[in-house]
C-alpha cells in the first residue's frame, strides 16, 4: 500500500491531506488544516510579508513531523495565487525546501481549475450536464464548467477573499456601498465567466471546499442534520440568501456566535459570500451542491486513475 501526502500551500489556509492507494482508489486517513494567512497584509502588493512567511515555515516543518511520523512515500506540495504572483514567491519555497526538505510545486491558475475540477467530480457525479464549479480561495478564485467528462471552459480570477477583504472592506459590518463596489468590481472583472454562463447554460453550480464547507456546516447545524466528513454535504439557494442577509449585517463577534462558522472562515465570508451573491444574480441556477473535495483530492484522483 502506498502513502502519498497532498500539501496545499493556499492564500490563507494550508491543508496537509494523508492518503493511503491501492488499485486506482484512495482512503483519506489523515485531514490537517492551518490558518497560515500567507497573503495577509501584501497579498494586494504582490508580497508574502516576513510574518507570513515564518507563519509558512513554522506549519511546514509541523507538517514535515507529521509525514516523518507516519512513512509517508510521497509528498506532492502545491502553491497557489499567493505563492505564483508574490514577487518572493520563488525565494519562499526554495526556503521551505532548505528547511523542510519538501519542494513546493507552485502551480498556474489553470492548472489549480483543472485539479479542482478534478476533485468536484470525485466529490459529485455530474454525468453529461454542464455544471459551474466554483472555488473561492484567499488569493484567486477559480471557475469551471464542466460535466463528468469534459472540461468545456476554465479560468482563474485573482480576486480571491483576501485580496477582496483588503481592498473593499473597510467597515464591520460591511456598508452597502462597500458590497456595492464589490458588485461593481464584480461586473468588471467577470466579463469573460458571464459570457460562458450564457453560451453553456449550467443550471448547478457547485461550491469547492472553503467557504462553501462552513455555510453548508451552518444550515446543517439551523436543520438538526449531523455535520459529517463526506464528499457532498447538504446546501441550497434558499439556504444561501438566508445566511447571507444575516452575515451583510453582522460585525466578526456576532459572525462568531453563528454555529457552524470558524474562526479561519469568520474575516472573508462576508467578501466569499458577495461573491457567490453576485453569480446567482447574474445567472439562473436550479440548485447549489458543496463538494468538500476540491485541490488536495483532485490531485489523489489524478494520481490513482
Known sequence: ????????????????????TEAGNFHIVHREKV??????????????TDAAISRALTTMKAFKKTLDEVNVNQVLAFGTSAMRNAANGTDVSKRIEVETGIKTNIISGIQEAEYICHGARAAITMGDQKHVIMDIGGGSVEFIIANQTEICWSHSFEIGGQRLLERFQKHDPILPEEVQSLFNYFDTELKPLVEQLKKHQPKTLIGSSGTFDTLSDIYCFRNDIPVTEVPETPFSIKAFDEIYEELLVKDRTGRMQIPGMIEMRVEMIVVACCLIKYLLQIHSFDAIRVSSYSLKEGVLARLTN
Open 35 to 48: 490558518p497560515v494567512k500567507l497573503g495577509v497584509g501584501g497579498i494586494n502588493r504582490n508580497l508574502i
Open 1 to 20: 500500500m502506498n502513502k502519498v501526502a497532498i500539501i496545499d500551500m493556499g492564500t490563507n489556509t494550508f491543508h496537509l491531506l494523508i492518503a493511503e
